[in-house]
């Protein structure tokens, strides 16, 4: 099956203590397992400090076992090295993940995507069927995707954060990005050191608006009801 690699590939976290969590696969080589410095970073006792890299190649993403114990999986049978394709089951330890191609091949509604068991017993609002992303406008990073947004998102330079802004400006844990009981999202300032942004504006805590630009360090991403 041919990928496509033009509009970036990412994995969904579906089993284990990152569950909900989708990681874009925006590095030529993306390290997995137990140890901080892994890119994808699992605590998870059954994974190896280092357990595997996740590889992009001219022929599309390769998964590699760097352990070489035979536990790492893709749809349930284990592999050394292993060329993946769109909806992929991955395994490690505990922890399970799907490979998605690229964004045009995800699901249109992804159950975990954005929690919606919150909504259980709640009045509709208008935005409930609706799902909320930051798409980039200017960033270090050219190659960065748009983040559909889970119920409750950290934004800074710790690789531990959902939105990891590699920039010196941009604090550890700079910011978290929550949806609240009406649908609507905010986003909330944690005592950053260079401030949070919306449209040009600093803020603590704001409630944010279809269009809206939110700037953190160097990296603007504009607030959108809808994929584009």
């Known amino acids: 099956m041919e990928q496509d690699?033009?509009?970036?590939?990412y994995l969904v976290i579906q089993q284990g203590s990152l569950l909900g969590r989708r990681v874009?696969?925006?590095?030529?080589?993306t390290?997995?397992?137990r140890s901080r410095a892994c890119d994808l970073f699992l605590e998870d006792i059954a994974v190896h400090r280092k357990q595997a890299s996740i590889l992009r190649t001219p022929a599309g993403y390769v998964l590699r076992d760097?352990?070489?114990?035979?536990?790492s999986f893709v749809n349930g049978q284990p592999v050394k090295e292993q060329l993946l394709n769109n909806t992929d089951q991955l395994s490690f330890g505990n922890t399970q993940m799907v490979f998605y191609a690229s964004e045009g091949t995800r699901p249109f509604q992804l159950p975990i995507s954005r929690g919606r068991e919150l909504h259980v017993g709640k009045a509709a609002s208008s935005l409930s069927s609706t799902i909320a992303y930051l798409h980039p406008v200017t960033t270090s990073r050219a190659?960065?995707?748009?983040?559909e947004l889970l119920p409750e998102m950290s934004i800074g330079r710790s690789r531990e954060c959902d939105v990891?802004?590699?920039d010196l400006a941009v604090s550890r844990l700079h910011a978290t990005i929550r949806e609240r009981s009406d649908g609507s999202y905010e986003i909330v300032d944690n005592r950053s050191a260079t401030g949070t942004f919306v449209n040009g504006r600093a803020v603590a805590r704001c409630v944010l608006k279809e269009g809206d630009i939110v700037q953190i360090g160097a990296s603007r991403f504009k607030f959108r009801f809808t994929p584009a």
Not at 66 to 71: A, I, P, T, V, W
């Open 5 to 9: 690699n033009t509009s970036g590939a």
């Open 24 to 29: 874009e696969l925006w590095k030529d080589c």
């Open 31 to 33: 390290t997995i397992g």
């Open 66 to 71: 760097d352990h070489g114990s035979g536990d």
């Open 143 to 147: 190659d960065l995707c748009a983040f």
């Open 164 to 166: 990891f802004l590699e």
